[in-house]
């Protein structure tokens, strides 16, 4: 769905890598890569939207919709990152990164072993349910 231009933000690597913010790393920021929501036409943005809805629609459909409802809110600030083929069928990584999300999906010598994370940076572990 990307333009040549769009392409060149976005596919950041021509391998696949692990992930950067997994085990082991919390608390870790790193900065956004890729292509920002903002750059994206109305289809693109509904696509990226709708990867997002994938892994965000994992929690109970009430607080599905919340979250996703604040997900969109932020989508012109949420960027989206590529390392791998474009070719159909072959093992990627890609990063979907905004204010309060991070999504990594990072296969591991192939597409049969996927390694993923889907985290709040702003509220790990439910941080922010702790405080008074």
Do not use: C
């Not at 391998?15 to 790193?30: A, E, M, R, S, W």
């Not at 109305?42 to 919709?65: F, M, N």
């Not at 600030?77 to 390392?83: G, H, M, R």
Request: net charge positive; proline share 7%; charged share 20%.
């Amino acid at each position: 769905m990307l333009d040549a231009k769009q392409q060149k933000q976005t596919v950041l690597g021509a391998k696949p890598k692990n992930l950067v913010l997994g085990p082991g790393q919390d608390g870790k920021t790193i900065p956004p890569a890729g292509i920002k929501g903002a750059a994206l036409n109305e289809a693109q943005r509904a696509t990226l939207l709708e990867l997002i809805g994938a892994w965000v629609h994992i929690l109970p459909q009430d607080a599905a919709v919340s979250r996703l409802a604040e997900l969109k809110a932020k989508l012109d600030d949420t960027y989206f990152a590529w390392y791998g083929p474009t070719t159909n069928g072959s093992a990627v990584y890609y990063r979907v990164q905004g204010p309060t999300l991070v999504i990594e999906y990072a296969p591991q010598g192939g597409t049969n072993h996927i390694h993923t994370i889907i985290r709040d940076p702003s509220n790990d572990y439910g941080a922010q349910l702790t405080k008074s």
